[in-house]
């Protein structure tokens, strides 16, 4: 069973181990793979992301029942496409638990709580993820560029 963490700003220790884990990125390949969150970054980010966020960015922490910190949730409107984008990441050393699956019901209903209709995303046509994007309610729209993506109406 897992909770939402709305995490502060000391607690990104966590977001920045897990976008440098190259296991757990290893679906971020095409697109560069593991991501630098310095530390210099983190102020501006928690205020974008979770302070003073507006109706358009969501950001959580999963924890497991015992509290540890396994992944995070996020939503945000992207002007460029128009859509509002779905974001998982679940630690690879926790993956296999069902907790993806968990996840991403969580953030579906953070989304629709918070007055999202539809939420997106796009993921490479290799990655196993797309799997349980579809066994959790979304659809695939249409691929390209070896991107499938994927709409799930809350």
Request: overall charge negative; proline content about 3%.
């Amino acid at each position: 069973m897992l909770t939402l963490y709305k995490p502060e700003r000391e607690d990104l220790w966590f977001r920045q181990a897990l976008l440098a884990d190259e296991e757990t990125m290893a679906y971020n390949r095409a697109w560069g793979g593991t991501i630098p969150f310095p530390e210099e970054d983190w102020e501006d980010w928690h205020r974008c992301w979770v302070r003073d966020c507006a109706g358009g960015r969501f950001y959580r922490y999963l924890q497991d029942e015992n509290g540890a910190f396994i992944g995070e949730i996020a939503y945000h409107f992207d002007g460029e496409c128009g859509n509002c984008l779905a974001n998982v990441i679940v630690h690879a050393q926790h993956r296999g638990k069902g907790y993806g699956g968990e996840a991403l019901e969580l953030l579906c209903a953070a989304a629709k709580e918070n007055g999202i209709a539809v939420l997106w995303d796009d993921i490479a046509d290799d990655n196993p993820a797309v799997r349980l994007f579809l066994n959790h309610g979304f659809t695939e729209e249409y691929r390209a560029d070896g991107k499938i993506y994927l709409k799930r109406t809350l």
